[in-house]
């Protein structure tokens, strides 16, 4: 697990003058996808796009959202990992939060039916994401340091749908200066999906 999140960063890092562009959710994930291709042996492991849960014997109705990202998974789908993406565009900031902590309660749910991971990666190429004034509510979680945890309620329109987290997250905010790129990245274990869960933080500006 910590290996497939530091080739998370490594990514993120080899991007920094690379000429390469991540400008949507479908770039970040192809061009992610096809860099944990190059590094994990295949004959090891499958790198597959929008699998459907059903797929690993998990029936979707149970579960947050219907297909995966990025799968990650071995021969007779041992070492299972899950990869969701985030790219919010202008606009719409707390229901783009609100959606992003619905991906950690998803890998939450993975965790409890047999994954051994799950990683979420969020990507923006404006910064209000991670700064602006209003560090209360949804926005504590990406602009103060506040832990996404427990109950997560909806925060606009009829504020009708919520979901419960069982680990705690702490999102922290990189950069990679040759895009404007901001990302984070975090993982949910099974234990942590139970227990606690934080954040490696890798610091690209060092």
Avoid: W
């Avoid at 991007?15 to 291709?37: A, K, P, T």
């Avoid at 702490?170 to 954040?199: F, G, K, M, N, Q």
């Amino acid at each position: 697990m910590l290996e497939l999140v530091a080739n998370v960063h490594d990514f993120f890092d080899r991007l920094d003058g690379s000429g390469v562009e991540i400008d949507n959710e479908f770039s970040l994930q192809h061009e992610l996808g096809c860099s944990l291709r190059t590094v994990i042996p295949s004959a090891t492991c499958r790198v597959q796009f929008e699998r459907p849960t059903d797929f690993f014997g998990i029936r979707s109705d149970q579960l947050l959202k219907k297909e995966i990202d990025i799968a990650i998974f071995g021969p007779d789908q041992a070492d299972k990992t899950a990869i969701e993406l985030k790219f919010p565009r202008t606009g719409q900031y707390p229901e783009q939060v609100f959606s992003a902590s619905k991906d950690v309660a998803f890998h939450e749910q993975f965790a409890e039916r047999g994954f051994d991971c799950g990683i979420f990666v969020m990507a923006a190429d404006g910064r209000l994401f991670c700064q602006g004034f209003d560090t209360g509510g949804v926005y504590s979680y990406f602009r103060s340091g506040k832990p996404i945890c427990r109950l997560i309620r909806k925060p606009t329109g009829t504020k009708d749908e919520s979901f419960a987290l069982r680990g705690s997250y702490i999102l922290a905010c990189h950069t990679v200066p040759d895009l404007e790129l901001r990302y984070d990245c975090i993982s949910v274990v099974p234990e942590t999906a139970t227990i606690a869960a934080t954040a490696e933080r890798l610091d690209l500006d060092a």
